[in-house]
């Protein structure tokens, strides 16, 4: 039989479908979403987008917190009494059919009055009336087709903030000025260097002065608005003894400003204000294009994002109670639910702990924990519930403290200065002295010219072309990057990315796939019928490590077991036609030989004698090796590891000889092994990607973190790369490297149109036309030349 | 002549409408997410009520692809 895929969320159903209404599900919980779908008239969902459902998740007492007033109070964006209004921030969010079906939530419960879904945020904004519908039961409803609200501790923290718009703001005011003052001017085009008494045209010399005010007035938002930015950081600079690009900026628009309202007060000419506005909005179309955000993505993340909001606490009398996590103190027993966070670090009390750390350490598999042991903030509890002390409040827990380090308070913007500001210094420097010596010179020839050629040097020079070409390249690369899986948190990224001599590696989740796992089998060979019952027994049990080891043994034919006993903590046991079997840790089996504790692995027992067992590696991504071995060429490398030792042979084997490791390094070791080499003088790229990584990621001159589900999980980073992309990126360093000699490029080429603007400026014969013509005539074919040579920087790339 | 400025009033004033109406929509968040209403748009109206009439034309449609 050929396996099929779930109609509701595609994934195989293996060899035993839920079948209803004549349609194939992976399981019941698929098989319900689409009841409740079709039920309602929403059936419309699969056939906008097949399969485009995700299987909801257990939610028993999840959501037991929005009970709480304090924390809804804290939720609602909105509340007038039974009205409320709620953003949900939902990670599946992904298709049409999504956007359709969170839209059309009114159809299933009465008391939601509308929704809107924000694709490119993956949020949707529910108004509804708590009188039918209260938040928990909404959320518990979005769970129930699964579209899991994500609510954690960042919701919890922030307060709503406006977003920031004044750059469109500013891009419309520009343009819109521009546009009229290009209409207003073209009388002055067609007519120039005529008056009434050379025999101009009567009409446009008569009302010239009018068109001149108005274009005036136009341009007057312009500077004070939307060039303010500009003025502002050359004030900066200059304070800051820095001259930046913005320095000769903020001087052609002054001087352009100055000069075209000079010379209309005294009716010299028409002035400058075509090139002035278009000037300013050309450079904030730069600055727009720049922008890029992959707005579901956050590169500001920290633990907070993960942490729950509230947790199930236990009074004195024994009682269960909602309690917030900043109220979480010393002492406090909590109960952990399956799926639920640890929020702090404590002792295990009670129940079985297998806890997953692949939030903090990139390592998928749990880690086994029993009573009166020490369970760390940021596992999560995989089986079952367990209750456990708090021994340290949650700010003071090992794996938050990091955050406490002042790397997170230090914007990264500060400590670089980008390509653009170094050529703007000499630039500047260039500029001012070519304009003090020509000036001089006029003043000796015919000094009533000189102030003329000054301001006429100041604004051909301004280095529109210059400022534009980093935005436009590094913009275009962001994008082409992102197209390729390789998400950068802004353009900076790119050119930290392309001046970087040392690359540092973490191992777990980050070199190592945190997918499947290879088991290698040592002992005594098992018989096909061993085999078959080993498979039959692991295809009920729902231990990860069960999982793993039943994807990787062959097909066998279904059996029926005749007995099936699964001992948590320790392993199952089972009997079926031909023979019993006990499959799990070393002690339960009763191994012979010594434990290998630095491996994780499975031991079974088949008609009651040893046979062997399946030991678990890490697998290595695709192309490590080639990786690494490109890289060696010309980076320096190192691999972090805050894991043992138990990995360095095979790694001895695969990696260049010359690559350092070093083991057992906790997160601050690596913030400070990071911290060292950068004082060497030394730029870091940081390859992480757990939370315990995050230090690190922000110490390096550019952080990249690894992420298998790129809207699942990643740290706070500079750069988010996609894990099936991870063997591409020594060659993701190399087209950044190849950016910046783009933009070099067209330094010269702007620098170019330059020299022919200053021929004219220095020997006093700029027109205002000329001006007009040479200003958006430079910008645009810088424009062209980086968009062109980037996109075929990106065909190139994989 | 000076119906000139009648028309450079006019012509400004149109520029002005336009411009507040840009304003206008910037403020209401239009800009904030250009992206989900062009899927939002192909969306057949109020499909679902007859949405055994529409069947046949429904399976013509070819699912949306989304670039995210």
Same mark, same amino acid.
């Given at each position: 039989m050929e396996n099929t895929n779930c109609?509701?969320?595609?994934?195989d159903c293996g060899r035993s479908p839920v079948e209803y209404d004549e349609k194939a599900f992976c399981c019941n919980g698929c098989k319900m979403v689409y009841e409740i779908f079709s039920e309602n008239d929403l059936s419309y969902y699969y056939e906008l987008q097949s399969a485009a459902g995700a299987t909801p998740q257990e939610q028993e007492g999840k959501y037991d917190f929005l009970d709480a007033p304090a924390i809804i109070e804290k939720l609602? %964006?909105?509340?007038?009494g039974n009205m409320q209004v709620v953003n949900l921030y939902i990670p599946h969010i992904h298709c049409s059919s999504c956007i359709w079906i969170l839209e059309n939530l009114n159809k299933l419960n009465t008391g939601i009055k509308g929704s809107q879904v924000d694709f490119p945020k993956k949020t949707v904004r529910i108004t509804f009336n708590s009188e039918v519908i209260s938040l928990k039961q909404l959320a518990i409803m979005m769970n129930r087709i699964g579209y899991e609200p994500q609510i954690t501790l960042a919701d919890f923290d922030e307060k709503p903030t406006n977003v920031d718009r004044s750059l469109i703001y500013k891009l419309g005011i520009a343009g819109f000025a521009f546009g009229n003052v290009m209409f207003l001017s073209f009388p002055e085009y067609f007519d120039l260097n005529t008056n009434q008494e050379t025999g101009g045209e009567y009409w446009l010399n008569e009302y010239q002065d009018l068109f001149r005010w108005i274009m005036f007035f136009f341009s007057l938002p312009v500077v004070l608005y939307s060039g303010r930015d500009y003025f502002i950081s050359a004030f900066k600079g200059i304070r800051s003894r820095m001259l930046n690009i913005d320095v000769p900026i903020a001087l052609g628009i002054l001087v352009l400003f100055l000069r075209s309202t000079v010379d209309i007060i005294f009716n010299w000419g028409p002035g400058f204000f075509d090139s002035l506005t278009g000037l300013v909005f050309f450079l904030l179309l730069g600055k727009f294009f720049q922008q890029k955000t992959y707005s579901f993505l956050s590169f500001e993340r920290d633990y907070k994002s993960y942490f729950p909001i509230a947790v199930t606490r236990f009074t004195e009398e024994g009682k269960e109670e909602i309690a917030q996590i900043y109220e979480i103190k010393k002492g406090d027993r909590l109960l952990i639910r399956n799926e %639920?966070?640890?929020p702090a670090d404590g002792v295990l009390m009670k129940g079985d702990g297998h806890i997953d750390y692949s939030f903090v350490t990139g390592e998928a598999e749990p880690v086994r924990k029993k009573s009166g042991e020490k369970v760390f903030a940021g596992g999560k509890q995989l089986h079952g519930a367990i209750e456990m002390e708090i021994v340290k409040p949650v700010s003071q827990s090992y794996l938050t403290q990091l955050w406490g380090n002042a790397v997170f308070n230090d %914007?990264?913007?500060?400590?670089f200065q980008t390509l653009t500001d170094s050529i703007g210094r000499r630039f500047t420097i260039a500029v001012l002295s070519i304009a003090t010596i020509s000036t001089s010179i006029w003043l000796l020839i015919d000094p009533s010219l000189a102030l003329n050629v000054f301001t006429a040097v100041l604004i051909i020079a301004c280095p529109c072309a210059i400022a534009l070409a980093a935005p436009f390249t590094l913009g275009n690369m962001l994008r082409i990057f992102g197209k390729k899986k390789f998400y950068l948190k802004n353009t900076q990224a790119i050119e930290q990315l392309a001046q970087i001599d040392t690359a540092i590696f973490d191992k777990t989740g980050t070199i190592t796939t945190s997918a499947k796992s290879v088991a290698n089998y040592e002992g005594l060979p098992l018989t096909e019928e061993e085999e078959s019952l080993l498979k039959n027994t692991l295809r009920s049990s729902n231990h990860p490590l069960s999982r793993s080891l039943y994807d990787l043994l062959a097909e066998h034919d279904i059996e029926v077991l005749e007995d099936y006993e699964e001992l948590t903590g320790k392993g199952i046991q089972a009997s079926g036609s031909k023979g019993n079997i006990k499959i799990g840790s070393a002690d339960f089996v009763g191994s012979p030989s010594a434990q290998n504790i630095e491996n994780t692995s499975v031991h079974i027992r088949a008609n009651d004698a040893y046979k062997g067992c399946f030991v678990f590696r890490n697998t290595y991504r695709k192309g490590v090796a080639h990786l690494f071995e490109e890289m060696g060429k010309e980076l320096q490398l190192a691999l972090l590891s805050g894991d043992n030792a138990g990995e360095k042979k095979r790694l001895q084997a695969l990696l260049p000889a010359t690559t350092p490791f070093y083991f057992n390094q906790k997160p601050e070791d690596k913030l400070h092994f990071i911290k060292k080499i950068q004082e060497k003088g030394k730029k870091v790229l940081m390859v992480g990607d757990g939370l315990n990584d995050a230090g690190a990621l922000a110490q390096a001159n550019i952080g990249i973190a690894i992420s298998e589900n790129i809207n699942v999980f990643s740290p706070a980073c500079d750069a988010i790369l996609d894990a099936t992309k991870f063997n591409e990126l020594y060659s993701y360093i190399q087209a950044s490297k190849k950016a910046m000699r783009i933009i070099k490029m067209s330094f010269v080429l702007s620098l170019m149109y330059n020299m022919v603007g200053l021929y004219f400026a220095v020997s006093g014969q700029l027109e205002p036309v000329i001006a007009a013509i040479l200003m958006p005539l430079s910008s645009i074919s810088i424009v062209a030349f980086t968009t062109v040579a980037t996109n075929i920087l990106g065909k190139k790339l994989k | 002549m000076s119906v000139i400025y009648i028309l450079l009033a006019i012509s400004i004033v149109v520029a002005l409408v336009f411009f507040a109406a840009f304003i206008f929509s910037v403020k209401r968040g239009q800009y904030d997410d250009s992206y989900t209403p062009s899927v939002r748009m192909l969306f057949e109206d109020e499909l679902v009520k007859k949405a055994t009439e529409k069947q046949n034309d429904l399976k013509q449609n070819k699912p949306i692809e989304l670039n995210n």
């Open positions: 109609y509701h969320c595609g994934t609602l %964006e909105f509340n007038d %639920e966070l640890i %914007e990264k913007s500060g400590r | -």
